[in-house]
């Protein structure tokens, strides 16, 4: 008759002779180790799902004004094939000031005539451009709007 005692002691040898299956191979290389934030420019455009990050390859990310200025280019043809669009207006400018955990940014049309998305658009694809230190706070200011509106992006805020 078999104890309880000598089923686990039998159990318990089994399972040290099986090991968990996985062969010990030593290390495996399987490509470049992660390296942080991808190269390239980082956009936000809306789409079908709302807005999203668009990285467009590049050996390094742009600086602040050359990211904010690719933005208003709109998606290129791969973005658009994906159902991306730009909400900005299709003219008009965008003079980025940035200082030590802020950005000001100073738009050639009135903030009144943009969607909550194109605003969106700008403050992400902002908050999201190089910079050192902690995401700056945006702020916002036009001919209709000469003090600094403060804004944050939607999809970067905590909680």
Same mark, same amino acid.
């Given at each position: 008759?078999?104890?309880?005692?000598?089923?686990?002691?039998?159990?318990?040898?089994?399972?040290?002779?099986?090991?968990?299956?996985?062969?010990?191979?030593?290390? %495996?290389?399987?490509?470049?180790?992660?390296?942080?934030?991808?190269?390239?420019?980082?956009?936000y455009f809306?789409?079908?799902?709302g807005?999203?990050?668009?990285?467009?390859?590049g050996?390094?990310?742009?600086? /602040?004004?050359?990211?904010?200025?690719?933005?208003?280019?709109?998606?290129?043809?791969?973005?658009r094939?994906?159902?991306?669009?730009?909400?900005?207006?299709?003219?008009?400018?965008?003079?980025?000031?940035?200082?030590?955990?802020? %950005?000001? /940014?100073? /738009?050639?049309?009135?903030?009144?005539?943009?969607?909550?998305?194109?605003?969106?658009?700008? %403050?992400?694809?902002t908050?999201?451009a190089?910079?050192?230190?902690?995401?700056?706070? %945006?702020?916002?200011?036009?001919?209709?709007?000469?003090?600094?509106?403060?804004?944050?992006?939607?999809?970067?805020?905590?909680?």
């Amino acid at each position: 008759m078999t104890t309880p005692r000598r089923l686990a002691a039998a159990t318990a040898l089994l399972l040290l002779a099986c090991g968990c299956s996985i062969p010990s191979t030593g290390p %495996v290389r399987s490509g470049l180790p992660a390296t942080g934030i991808e190269p390239g420019t980082r956009l936000y455009f809306p789409g079908p799902q709302g807005i999203r990050l668009a990285i467009r390859p590049g050996p390094q990310r742009e600086d /602040l004004q050359k990211t904010l200025d690719s933005l208003l280019s709109g998606p290129d043809p791969a973005e658009r094939r994906t159902g991306l669009y730009s909400d900005l207006p299709a003219t008009g400018k965008v003079q980025a000031t940035a200082t030590p955990g802020a %950005v000001t /940014l100073r /738009l050639s049309w009135p903030t009144a005539s943009l969607s909550t998305t194109a605003i969106q658009q700008l %403050v992400c694809t902002t908050e999201d451009a190089p910079a050192a230190g902690p995401t700056p706070h %945006v702020s916002i200011v036009s001919s209709d709007a000469p003090s600094a509106i403060q804004q944050q992006c939607d999809l970067h805020r905590n909680g």
